[in-house]
């Protein structure tokens, strides 16, 4: 019995370590734009580590570091753009975990009362929608999402104007959709231990 548990416990650690090895962090740093003046820019749709970020107007854009004291640099490749919609390359549901925010202007310059609002669609075309609130973010901070799982796209992101930047998202392939090596065998696996427990 306590083998069989033993087993057990150690299947799922297994499995676990596979998702969390299977998650992929978008965090822009190998991405090479254009420069202009102040900023970065870069074209759309936007490929990078097998997930497509389209814009409806334009392209993406990152500040870069400043000398003149008005820095809108956030330390780190984070891009701003207008809407936009996240998906996988090729198809297929993914879950967004999290990702970074911080209002479009540093140090308190113009800063707001933005929120940012993200809409996770799914294969039947129901939404699922959550809100951040950047009242004060003026260094990337990270926001969970809770329940976009199963998605085929991320939507966010405001018609008007860039509000805020985003950085470092959190992303793993929905379990509906093909996992390779453990994790793909954790069913069989927990079902021969129920068998082995019954006898």
């Given at each position: 019995m306590k083998t069989s548990m033993l087993r057990a416990v150690s299947l799922l650690a297994l499995a676990s370590c596979a998702l969390a090895a299977?998650?992929?962090l978008l965090d822009?740093?190998?991405l090479t734009g254009s420069s202009n003046g102040s900023i970065n820019t870069y074209g759309s749709p936007l490929t990078t580590q097998g997930y497509?970020?389209?814009a409806l107007n334009s392209g993406?854009?990152?500040?870069?570091?400043?000398?003149?004291?008005?820095?809108?640099y956030t330390g780190s490749i984070a891009l701003?753009?207008?809407?936009t919609t996240l998906t996988r390359s090729g198809g297929g549901l993914?879950?967004?975990?999290s990702?970074?925010?911080?209002?479009?202007?540093?140090?308190?310059?113009?800063?707001?009362?933005?929120?940012?609002?993200f809409v996770g669609v799914r294969?039947?075309?129901t939404t699922i929608a959550q809100s951040f609130a950047l009242q004060g973010v003026d260094a990337l901070q990270t926001f969970a999402f809770a329940g976009f799982t199963g998605l085929t796209a991320l939507r966010f992101g405001v018609p008007s104007r860039p509000t805020y930047q985003f950085d470092n998202v959190v992303l793993t392939p929905s379990v509906t959709s093909p996992v390779p090596g453990p994790l793909a065998a954790l069913p069989f696996a927990l079902m021969v231990f129920k068998r082995r427990k019954r006898a």
């Open positions: 299977h998650a992929t822009f740093e190998e497509v970020l389209s993406f854009f990152s500040f870069k570091p400043s000398n003149n004291g008005v820095d809108n701003y753009s207008g809407p993914f879950d967004v975990q990702i970074d925010l911080a209002n479009f202007y540093q140090q308190g310059i113009v800063s707001g009362g933005s929120t940012a609002v294969p039947d075309g």
